[in-house]
């Protein structure tokens, strides 16, 4: 075959062009520390590695969001802490009120602490967080949420949740409303209250209430009367549902329920039971702050204070269950967050390595690639300048 | 006697004549399309004198050149197919390092926005985090112009260069149909002797024509080259020139179209190689399609975040107004349109899964519409009749009036998207973080029974926020605003208004729930959940790939697109650096052969001069001894 000159200097240039833009490329692997930097140089990596990317701002943005959550949740599960205190210390004045040894006067210096724990709970009821806005009121973050009535409290917030993304299909909620942790409170013992009527007279003060066979009880309404001084009977409307001697202390057992009282109730007396009904907590507390206010005047009146401590104290519990049972809630929810971010950690891990894998520049093989490709060019050019001194004419 | 100087002046004559061919070629050893030349040398007829014949020398019987017109012709079309591949490559790799792996930062940016509205979620009532979202939203907004910019200013750059390729094709069709006459002439003149400097030149222009566009030749028995284009359209015939001119498209006035001047018909369809192919190529299998996929995913950007936007509540209590804008669809009237009817496009809101990133042909053809796909030539016929609408693809056509026999109007549902896409939400308040309805249990429940928060279906709904009570009745039955009674089935869905609420549990008799409006709940974010987990929702290819993985497939697609180009870019160069081998191997001068015959020639030339001067001292001897005799 004829060699023509043309033929060498077109190869020439041709495999310089593409020694050069090798060893350009590999160059750029370098500095920028990638495999590659545009699609084309490996387009299905470069699709993943999108995608990893995504996946990764996404897992580092349900971190955010996890933190976020776990700020909220610590101020509610704080302010319930609080909560349960307050409603501690006027469980302890309630029973201090109930001993019986007290005057008007002490029961009245109670009463002032009783306000001024009413006062706390509202603020606690109103806490807001590091944004300002009201943790208790729902969606309503902006209002606040509790404002003090002659009833108790009025809940100006709504009955929303909020969810936070925790990781992908998985949400928690970082807060509760004021409805579920302060109004939504069943009264008495949770499923019914045994209350004095009015009018009583006698003694008969209403002690523990329980359910014995929640199968039994049908969540009906009954009057506890007494025909004859020791004896009882139970009417549940005009229909007699159980009667029996009546003992101080005893226990009248009837439809899967058991009361117990104490003192001597009179012919007129009556006592209802009734379905437990949601009340406020702030209702709870004006109830206890008015019968403190109220104080004792006669010996009936004295038998109504004991039954209205005592049922106050009942709804005090009632409002302990319930903030312990959202601050139960609360630690699953900051468990799973804490879950949740272990798994994310090593997810975002997972996530790097694999964009690492894909993008990230082996430098040894880089600079291997690097010095075979310089070799290849010096020889190339080397060639070339040998093969150029060879010519039949330098020898003429 | 005589003999020897005829013959040797013969040979002195031919030798020199040799050593100038020669020389002639090393002077144009590195002349583009210069083609060796070599002499025929051919024994001189003797005159017969009735005795053995002896010759009479030499003479030279013409000059030729190395050519092979098939090695020509299997270059030149190697050199189009170059051509094409180089035009391709050159605008796929522009592509490739302007997008670099990420669109241009496109993809960060929407993983940006996302974010933002997951940190909305978490902070529905900061004006901080609400504005952050404004700004990714706008990053995002301009990451699409960006790319789309990119793209218009290279269709901009295919058609400056269309325009040159054309100038350039038309000149050198003009200089060929020049050598043709001058090689037509110059043959008959000279009896039948090629003109070889001009045939070089010649064949030098075809070569340069065919890098521009691919052609195919004929040649004439009187020497002249017919040049033909694409399917035959002639660009040379003889002596005359029948030039190529640009056109706009019949559709898009911005993209230009190549036409024969004869017939002004398009024939830029049969124009598939060449650098001018290559850039049609470009235009229609790069540029177009990655804008209309770009304009896919900023579509169904905006409609999505748009339509949940729409569901949810700002906090002023409104419902939500659209974050993104994005222009109308683009849908032109051919301008071979008898009638002056338009048509307008818009993308249909629950279409987008049916929404293809293909541009089509919506003609009408004795009355009866046809949508054709552009990108395969696959047709539907659309649902409608009359102006329309005509529904197919994800899209909705409407007609000004009805149309003509033979209308035609190019639907581009996408191609104007990214371009357009904008932030038209600037007050942060705006953003529709709450949903938009709240719901509530009655304090004085006693059942068991709880409600849903709400979602809503229809945010068009005409009292979707009007306030409404379900009561029950019983615990199965219940009444929406006193009307029913309706049955009851925990966990139901209950549709009313435009929202949609599940109440599960046991109810009781008389207890009731509420659903009202959500102004106030500045606090709610469930909109803004649904906002941030859209990225993972499969909306397009029918559901089937979200917005984040809709990038991720340009991006893919558009790298392997490049990376293809590429490689048959390369493997094209080889296959033509072995083309230019053989031709050159025919026609290409070796220094060290033209060496070598130069002294083959001087030693031939000084033998012929030995003869003449031995014929010299044979004749001096002869008249030496002629002297001696008569003296």
Do not use: C
Not at chain 1, 94 to 104: D, F, K, M, Q, R
Not at chain 2, 490 to 513: C, L, R, Y
Request: charged share 5%; glycine share 10%; aromatic share 4%.
């Amino acid at each position: 075959m004829r060699i023509t000159e043309t033929m060498n200097q077109t190869q020439f240039l041709n495999s310089i062009n593409l020694l050069e833009s090798g060893i350009n490329q590999t160059q750029n692997q370098m500095s920028s520390s990638l495999s590659f930097t545009t699609a084309s140089q490996n387009p299905t990596g470069a699709g993943s590695v999108n995608n990893y990317e995504q996946a990764l701002a996404q897992s580092q943005q349900y971190a955010t969001n996890a933190q976020s959550a776990q700020t909220n949740l610590s101020t509610e599960d704080n302010a319930l802490s609080q909560v349960q205190s307050q409603l501690q210390a006027l469980r302890n004045l309630a029973l201090e009120a109930n001993s019986g040894i007290l005057t008007n006067s002490n029961l009245s210096a109670i009463a002032t602490q009783a306000v001024q724990i009413q006062n706390s709970l509202l603020a606690l009821g109103n806490t807001q967080n590091g944004n300002g806005e009201y943790i208790f009121g729902g969606f309503a973050a902006q209002t606040q949420p509790f404002t003090l009535s002659a009833t108790g409290a009025t809940y100006n917030g709504d009955q929303g949740q909020r969810q936070v993304q925790i990781a992908a299909g998985q949400t928690v909620s970082d807060g509760d409303n004021g409805d579920t942790v302060f109004n939504q409170i069943k009264t008495g013992n949770g499923t019914f209250t045994v209350a004095a009527a009015t009018g009583n007279t006698g003694t008969g003060i209403v002690g523990a209430t329980t359910v014995s066979n929640p199968a039994l009880y049908d969540g009906g309404t009954y009057t506890i009367t007494f025909p004859t001084a020791g004896t009882y009977q139970v009417n549940e409307g005009p229909t007699i549902v159980a009667n029996g001697s009546y003992t101080d202390g005893g226990t009248i057992a009837f439809n899967g329920v058991q009361v117990t009282l104490s003192g001597q109730p009179a012919t007129t007396d009556s006592f209802t039971l009734a379905p437990s009904t949601n009340q406020s907590l702030f209702t709870t507390v004006q109830n206890l702050v008015s019968a403190l206010q109220t104080g004792i005047s006669s010996s009936a009146s004295s038998t109504a204070f004991n039954n209205s401590i005592n049922g106050a104290i009942n709804n005090i519990d009632q409002a302990l269950n319930q903030s312990s049972n959202v601050r139960t809630t609360i630690g699953g929810r900051l468990n799973s967050i804490t879950t949740q971010q272990s798994v994310a950690t090593s997810q975002q891990t997972q996530l790097q390595q694999s964009i690492s894998n894909l993008q990230g520049l082996d430098f040894a093989s880089a600079i291997t690639t690097l010095d075979q490709q310089n070799t290849t060019l010096s020889a190339a050019l080397q060639a070339f300048t040998l093969t150029q001194g060879l010519s039949l004419f330098k020898f003429l | 006697m005589s003999d020897v100087f005829g013959i040797s002046v013969s040979a002195l004559q031919a030798f020199q004549q040799a050593i100038n061919v020669t020389s002639n070629n090393v002077a144009n050893a590195s002349t583009p399309g210069y083609d060796r030349e070599t002499v025929n040398l051919t024994e001189a007829i003797p005159q017969p004198d009735g005795g053995a014949t002896i010759g009479a020398g030499v003479v030279v019987s013409g000059i030729n050149r190395a050519y092979s017109q098939a090695a020509a012709n299997q270059l030149n079309t190697s050199q189009s197919t170059l051509g094409q591949l180089s035009a391709l490559q050159n605008y796929s790799s522009q592509i490739d390092n302007l997008f670099g792996t990420t669109i241009g930062g496109l993809s960060t940016a929407l993983q940006g926005f996302y974010s933002a509205f997951s940190d909305v979620a978490n902070n529905p009532t900061s004006t901080a985090s609400r504005q952050a979202l404004i700004g990714q939203a706008q990053s995002v907004a301009s990451s699409f112009q960006n790319a789309s910019g990119e793209l218009s200013s290279l269709n901009t750059d295919v058609n400056s260069r269309i325009t040159a390729d054309v100038t350039q094709i038309n000149s050198i069709a003009k200089a060929i149909s020049t050598l043709n006459n001058q090689i037509v002439t110059g043959t008959a003149q000279d009896g039948g002797q090629q003109p070889n400097e001009l045939l070089d030149q010649r064949d030098q222009l075809v070569s340069s024509l065919s890098q521009l566009v691919g052609i195919s030749t004929t040649t004439d028995p009187n020497g002249a080259l017919n040049v033909f284009v694409g399917n035959g359209q002639p660009l040379v015939l003889q002596g005359q020139v029948t030039s190529l001119t640009t056109v706009a498209n019949q559709f898009n006035a911005t993209q230009l179209e190549i036409a024969s001047s004869a017939s002004s018909a398009v024939i830029s369809n049969n124009i598939t190689s060449g650098d001018l192919g290559g850039l049609l190529a470009a235009r229609a299998q790069v540029i177009n399609p990655a804008m209309n996929q770009l304009g896919q995913v900023a579509t169904a950007l905006s409609q999505t975040v748009n339509s949940q936007q729409a569901q949810g509540m700002d906090l002023s209590g409104n419902l939500g107004a659209p974050i993104f804008s994005v222009g109308t669809p683009l849908a032109t009237g051919s301008s071979h349109n008898t009638d002056a009817v338009t048509a307008s496009v818009t993308v249909d809101p629950n279409g987008l899964g049916a929404l293809t990133a293909n541009d089509y042909v919506l003609s009408f053809v004795g009355g009866t519409p046809k949508l054709t796909n552009t990108a395969d030539g696959t047709s539907v016929t659309p649902v409608g009749t009359g102006t329309g609408p005509y529904t197919a693809a994800g899209i909705s056509i409407v007609l000004s009036g009805v149309p003509a026999n033979g209308d035609q109007f190019l639907v581009q549902p996408t191609a104007s998207a990214a371009g357009s896409l904008k932030v038209v939400l600037s007050n942060p308040s705006q953003i529709a973080a709450a949903g938009a309805v709240k719901t509530a249990a009655a304090g004085s429940n006693t059942g068991a029974a709880t409600i849903s928060p709400g979602t809503v279906l229809n945010s068009a709904a005409a009292n979707l926020l009007a306030p409404v009570t379900i009561a029950f009745t019983s615990p199965t039955t219940y009444t929406i605003n006193g009307v029913g009674p309706n049955t009851y089935t925990s966990g139901g869905n209950i549709d009313f208004q435009g929202w949609e609420v599940q109440i599960s549990g046991a109810p009781a008799n008389g207890d009731t729930f509420t659903v009202s409006s959500n102004a106030g709940g500045t606090g709610d974010n469930r909109n803004a959940l649904i906002a941030a987990n859209a990225q993972n929702v499969g909306v397009l290819q029918n559901g089937t790939t979200s917005i984040t993985g809709g990038i991720s497939a340009l991006i893919t697609g558009l790298g392997s697109q490049a990376q293809q180009i590429n490689t048959a870019q390369t493997a094209q160069a080889a296959v033509n650096a072995q083309a230019l081998t053989s031709v050159q191997s025919t026609t290409g001068v070796n220094l060290d052969e033209e060496a070598a015959s130069l002294l083959q020639w001087q030693q031939a030339y000084q033998a012929a001069a030995q003869a003449l001067s031995i014929g010299n001292s044979l004749f001096t001897t002869l008249i030496d001894s002629v002297n001696g005799t008569f003296t």
